[in-house]
């Protein structure tokens, strides 16, 4: 994968999850963070690096420094449990994934 | 509201096509990115290819070069992902993804499971 990020995150319930990506791209082209959960298809929580679609709550932020983006998640609840893919687009517009990263709810 | 519903799941054998077709509304099909992505079996997700439907330009992951192609219908306002000469390392669930390009956001299908199995 041309993007990072971390295999697994684990938080208790009602702390902050940080995930990160990272990547040479990120510098160049805008990064899109996906929530998947099991069974279900991938549901985007942030777009652009940092803008928050509809209907995604205010806990869910995304932030952009160099070639690292992180997703953060404040007051973590046991439905945000699932798995968190980043996603850009290289220098000839193919697009690029992260390998995922698994968020467990202690 | 962007919906995109796929077509059902499909068994192939080794060496037979597949095709799966994806249907979006809720906006002007001449102002979305369609891309295609599949995720095998408790497995990341990899990119295959991406169309215009507003000029047909395509572009493909490179491992599928030769073997994918996607169309669209803009009379029907539905995409196609047609993979030929399938194997067994094919068998996944391929999504239909499309992108908003007026706003960049992203709407997923609802997938379809493709086996190849002899």
């Known amino acids: 994968y041309e993007l990072t990020q971390p295999p697994s995150v684990a938080v208790s319930p009602g702390q902050t999850a940080k995930i990160t990506c990272s990547g040479d791209?990120?510098?160049?082209?805008?990064a899109y963070w996906f929530q998947q959960k099991p069974g279900q298809a991938p549901l985007l929580v942030i777009y652009r690096d940092t803008e928050r679609p509809s209907g995604i709550p205010e806990r869910f932020t995304g932030s952009s420094s160099g070639t690292t983006l992180t997703l953060t998640i404040s007051g973590v609840q046991a439905g945000d449990e699932a798995a968190y893919f980043c996603?850009?687009?290289?220098?000839?517009?193919?697009?690029?994934f992260g390998g995922g990263t698994m968020l467990t709810v202690l | 509201q962007v919906q995109v519903v796929q077509s059902g799941a499909a068994v192939k054998k080794p060496g037979a096509s597949g095709k799966v077709s994806c249907k979006a509304t809720g906006h002007s099909f001449n102002t979305f990115g369609i891309n295609w992505v599949r995720q095998a079996p408790g497995q990341g997700l990899e990119w295959l290819g991406w169309i215009n439907p507003k000029n047909g330009n395509t572009k493909y992951a490179q491992p599928l070069q030769g073997r994918i192609t996607v169309t669209t219908d803009t009379s029907t306002t539905t995409a196609y992902m047609e993979l030929r000469s399938l194997r067994s390392d094919d068998s996944a669930v391929y999504y239909c993804v499309i992108t908003v390009t007026t706003n960049s956001l992203v709407y997923w299908g609802q997938g379809t499971l493709i086996t190849v199995s002899s």
């Open positions: 791209v990120l510098t160049q082209q805008f």
């Open positions: 996603q850009s687009s290289d220098s000839s517009g193919s697009w690029v």
